[in-house]
């Protein structure tokens, strides 16, 4: 795991391109605590920079970046290729020779060998990376098919082209000329995220999962004509799509319910063999390794599997809350005890977990406003202090129907549909008109009459609301993307959304409708963009490599394939899951309620972070960029506080990005480099 970054000068700066590549490496330098370096092309202003988190060969044959035994490309790289061993032997039976045991050095001569494109399909990883043809003065930029690793890229005005792993490779002293994009700040209002291909600043891109992007020297020079980052832009082309890897023959997608039951123990058994491969793979380092578990069905999986291929006990680390609703160290502690594993556990005070928040802007470096990212860091933190890599069970939900909401939208349908349209507007008018706190009651006390998937959630009253204001959609993905969202951007003043696969329905399958849409869009934004962007900042904050055996592309097209009925039963969610975990764990230590890794925000907005939200919102501060009615904040900040409404998500949103504002282009504009 590491860091990269590089930079393509307008032709007359180049004297500048030592100082970015420096400054770009020590803002990198948590992602690559073990090594740094640089490379400038003596014929073009460009050049590369890497930082290392040395996983496998800690020698310094895995020094970057590196070029191809050619010399042709010069390449700078993030992540793990966990078939590289097989890809080696090919590469020598061709004549290849290596000098050390990287994966890198594998991956530069298979692109030397066969090209970009072929070398990523042969890939099978977590990666980002960034290839410069010296011969053919070309740049080609790559990421993995799930988005596990990041990479940002854009046009600086006047200045020139730069990519890599994070933001803050930009230097402070040019950062005012970037500007804001209102598009990307409307998607982060309604979703808490950014979703790929935007970016905050205009310009700038994050590059899609699955894709290459090739630039020549007159478009690093200058953004091809219409580009915009999508996968229709010039320039782009996917290498592996998601949307192919579901079964044709499926026109309205597989039936919540379906029982079909033909050749379920041979599915069972080729999902229980590709898992236990992810994760063998997965175990392969020359440096102590672990796992996060969390007592859930996913991550005690994962565990399960692990401590099957190894001799020894397998570490596992948890942590705990004092606060019952949050904690689940508990059930993580049983399941370690019955697996055998050497388990560590951290019970984190409320103050200890909000010293994380002063971190969290320049850690993200983006707005991202999922507060589960402050137990996530924690959990880092403490499996850092043993461990230098980790894996965790991300990915089961999207891809096995764990999520609640799932369930909830495909009812929410079917009810609606019984409504006369011209009932749904008081219907609506009657469900807003009690207050989210009000419904929470309601449906608190009424916990064991509700629907199996719908126990143990929260927030029943702000889902309530959600649920009212989408009673009108003209289709289950117009619905399920309404429901899932934070604010209405019209609400706070945004005029129009971009489209995207999250605001659009001419991005999604025809051949897909209900639970399976709801789970492809997730796996095309939520995922990558919201789940997998809080792992890999929150672990490389510590840097600690996190690992995502779910996420190995033979599973992922495994379970696309999979009828519906080993995903959902007589409502029991991730039913095969559940049925290859049994084989390990008993199931009374893991059939319970989800309960989600949270903190609690209300509670702290309203007492210890009041100060810190109201300097936060304050018309002052809002008025720095005049994005946000301020009128609209503060109502909702004066309900949150007087507990007549729980609007704490809503709040959050904002403060993290004003948070974000301040330590990008005010806080730290006279540091040598950006606090992490």
């Known amino acids: 795991m590491c860091g990269f970054l590089g930079w393509y000068l307008d032709d007359g700066k180049r004297e500048a391109l030592s100082r970015y590549l420096s400054f770009g490496t020590q803002a990198l330098a948590h992602r690559g605590p073990d090594d740094r370096g640089t490379w400038e092309d003596q014929n073009v202003p460009f050049g590369l920079g890497h930082t290392r988190l040395s996983i496998i060969d800690l020698s310094p044959l895995g020094h970057q970046p590196m070029h191809s035994s050619s010399q042709r490309f010069v390449l700078a790289y993030n992540g793990e290729i966990y078939n590289f061993s097989e890809i080696h032997k090919e590469l020598a039976s061709r004549g290849r020779t290596f000098r050390g045991r990287s994966d890198t050095e594998v991956l530069a001569e298979a ?46 005005p006047g200045k020139g082209f730069v990519f890599g792993s994070e933001l803050k490779i930009v230097p402070f002293e040019i950062r005012s000329l970037l500007k804001l994009s209102t598009p990307s700040v409307a998607l982060f209002v309604r979703h808490n995220y950014i979703p790929a291909p935007w970016c905050i600043f205009e310009g700038f891109f994050k590059l899609l999962p699955g894709a290459v992007l090739t630039l020549d020297m007159e478009h690093l020079r200058e ?34 319910g379906d029982n079909d039951n033909r050749n ?5 058994e080729s999902l229980s063999q590709e898992l236990s491969h992810a994760v063998s793979r997965r175990m392969i380092a020359d440096v102590p390794l672990g796992a996060f578990l969390s007592g859930g069905i996913d991550s005690s999986l994962i565990v399960s599997y692990m401590q099957q291929h190894s001799s020894r006990p397998v570490r596992s680390f948890s942590i705990g809350f004092d606060e019952e609703q949050y904690d689940e160290a508990p059930y993580a502690r049983a399941i370690a ?37 402050i137990p996530t860091f924690l959990v880092s933190q403490l499996a850092r202090e043993s461990v230098t890599v980790s894996l965790s069970g991300d990915g089961g939900d999207e891809l096995f129907w764990g999520y609640g909401r799932y369930f909830a939208a495909e009812n929410l349908w079917r009810t609606s549909r019984y409504v006369p349209s011209f009932v749904r507007p008081l219907l609506r008018q009657a469900i807003l008109s009690l207050s989210p706190s009000r419904w929470d009651k309601i449906f608190g006390s009424a916990q064991s009459f ?13 889902k309530a609301h959600r649920a009212a204001r989408v009673l009108d959609s003209q289709s289950k993905g117009e619905l399920y993307t309404g429901v899932n969202i934070h604010w209405e951007p019209e609400t706070l003043g945004f005029k129009e959304l971009p489209d995207h696969i999250l605001t659009s329905s001419t991005h999604w399958p025809s051949s897909l409708n209900g639970i399976p849409l709801f789970s492809f869009i997730d796996l095309m934004s939520y995922l990558p963009d919201d789940i997998l962007v809080k792992v890999d900042r929150a672990s490389m904050a510590c840097s600690l490599e996190a690992r995502v055996p779910f996420l ?17 039963r007589s ?14 764990v008993p199931r009374r230590l893991f059939e319970r309620p989800k309960k989600g890794f949270g903190v ?77």
Request: proline share 7%; charged share 25%; glycine share 6%.
């Open 111 to 156: 692109i030397d060998e066969w090209g970009v494109h072929e070398a990523a399909e042969r890939a099978n990883g977590m990666f980002s990376f960034a290839v410069w043809d010296r011969q053919e003065k070309r740049l080609s930029l790559c990421r993995d098919r799930l988005g596990i690793k990041p990479l940002y890229y854009g046009w600086v």
């Open 223 to 256: 953004a091809p004509n219409g580009f915009d980052g999508s996968e229709a832009s010039a320039n782009i082309e996917p290498f592996w799509r998601l949307r192919d890897k579901y079964p044709r023959t499926r026109l309205e997608g597989p039936q919540i």
């Open 264 to 268: 379920e123990g041979a599915w069972i």
């Open 337 to 373: 005890e019955h697996l055998g594993t050497q388990h560590s556990e951290l019970y984190v005070p409320p103050e200890s977990a909000r010293d994380v928040i002063p971190l969290l802007p320049a850690m993200f470096d983006e707005p991202f406003a999922d507060s589960s990212q």
């Open 450 to 462: 509700l629907p199996k998937a719908l126990q143990g959630l929260t927030n029943y009253g702000e």
């Open 552 to 568: 190995d592309f033979h599973v992922v097209e495994l379970a696309l394939q999979m009828p519906s009925s080993l995903k959902y």
């Open 571 to 584: 409502g029991d969610t991730k039913f095969v899951l559940k049925k290859l975990l049994e084989q390990f």
């Open 600 to 676: 609690p925000l209300g509670e702290w907005l309203r007492g210890p972070l009041r100060e810190w939200s109201a300097d936060l919102l304050s018309e002052e501060s809002l008025a720095k960029h005049g994005l946000f009615d301020a009128s609209v904040v503060h109502s909702y900040l004066d309900q949150h506080l007087k507990n007549s409404a729980d609007w704490k998500f809503y709040l959050w949103d904002i403060c993290m990005f004003q948070s974000w504002y301040r330590s990008f282009f005010q806080d730290g504009a006279h540091c040598d480099v950006p606090p992490v």
